[in-house]
């Protein structure tokens, strides 16, 4: 297998372990995505502009990457646009239930060996997983 | 101020992070998921980097008494696995697999200005607002 293709994703996993410990050390926050938008959602007086400040932070870097690396999101769909709605319910609802998502449980919770975030890890990746494994029996993949 | 900055900045690189590991691409995510298929287990490599620095770096931070621009560390003390924690990673999941976006990817591709990519994040906020509505309406009085 080509070693080249697992240099960019442990790169990017290095800077995601990287930023997540500079949230926590400087605000003492768990880098989740889902617990961070939620908050931004339905706000609290006092915390919320931190959340908005880190939303913008994520677009920022989608804007960057545009800019210097284009390829990051050259986004190739089927166009069906009740998939993707459907699969954004289930992922808002889903995280919000669950308490967490690949940031908040893979990386942070998992870092931290909690339980739970173990669990729901391998819950969710299982899920996912069946889902395509589901996909591809029904010739939508 | 520097507490904004801050949550900019690691929201930044974080980012960016997923951006250089390919989990803004559907089509890279949907691969790691099909073990049945033509499966891509290159992403597995993102959550091996950041657990890997994520873990070492959580117990030198936690040994501090507080961090650096506020009082105290903010850290889930939950630890009973229940029902809504199952439940709700198997929808998470199978959303992730019909779409291929979590969360944060969502929100910095949604940049690319793609259509599908758009009713994703559309319909992931609308999802976190229902469920903020049924847990307040239903789900809250079971404590």
């Known amino acids: ?3 080249d293709a697992f240099t960019m994703p442990l790169a990017g ?6 930023s997540a410990s500079l949230l926590l050390l400087l605000k003492g926050r768990v880098f989740g995505v889902s617990g961070i938008l939620a908050g ?8 919320t502009a931190w959340r908005v400040a880190a939303l913008v932070g994520l677009v920022s870097a989608g804007f960057l ?4 690396r284009p390829q990051s999101l050259a986004i190739v769909t089927d166009g ?3 998939r993707y709605i459907g699969a954004g319910l289930l992922v808002g609802f889903g995280t919000q ?4 998502c690949t940031s908040g449980h893979g990386v942070c919770g ?3 060996l909690s339980p739970r975030s173990i669990a729901a890890t391998f819950t969710f990746v299982g899920a996912g997983m069946l889902m395509v494994a589901l996909m591809r029996a029904m010739g939508v993949l | 101020m520097s507490l904004l900055v801050s949550a900019y900045f690691s929201a930044l690189m974080f980012g960016l992070g997923l951006g250089l590991a390919g989990m803004t691409l559907p089509s890279k995510v949907i691969g790691f998921l099909d073990v049945t298929g033509d499966w891509d287990p290159s992403l597995a490599f993102v959550m091996i980097g950041a657990i890997a620095i994520h873990s070492i770096s959580y117990r030198l931070i936690t040994k501090r008494d507080s961090p650096i621009l506020t009082s105290n560390f903010h850290l889930p003390t939950k630890r009973q696995i229940d029902w809504k924690l199952i439940c709700g990673s198997v929808l998470f999941g199978a959303g992730w697999g019909l779409g291929g976006f979590c969360p944060g990817p969502a929100i910095v591709a949604s940049v690319s200005l793609d259509p599908s990519a758009l009713a994703f994040l559309g319909s992931m906020i609308a999802g976190t607002y229902l469920h903020q509505f049924i847990n307040k309406s239903f789900l809250a009085k079971e404590g």
């Not at chain 1, 990457?65 to 210097?68: D, G, N, S, T």
């Open chain 1, 13 to 18: 996993g290095i800077l995601i372990g990287l």
């Open chain 1, 65 to 68: 990457l545009l800019l210097v």
């Open chain 1, 80 to 82: 069906s646009y009740g």
């Open chain 1, 40 to 47: 931004a959602l339905v706000p609290k007086a006092g915390d």
């Open chain 1, 1 to 3: 297998m080509n070693i």
């Open chain 1, 97 to 100: 239930l669950g308490s967490g």
């Open chain 1, 110 to 112: 998992i870092s931290r």
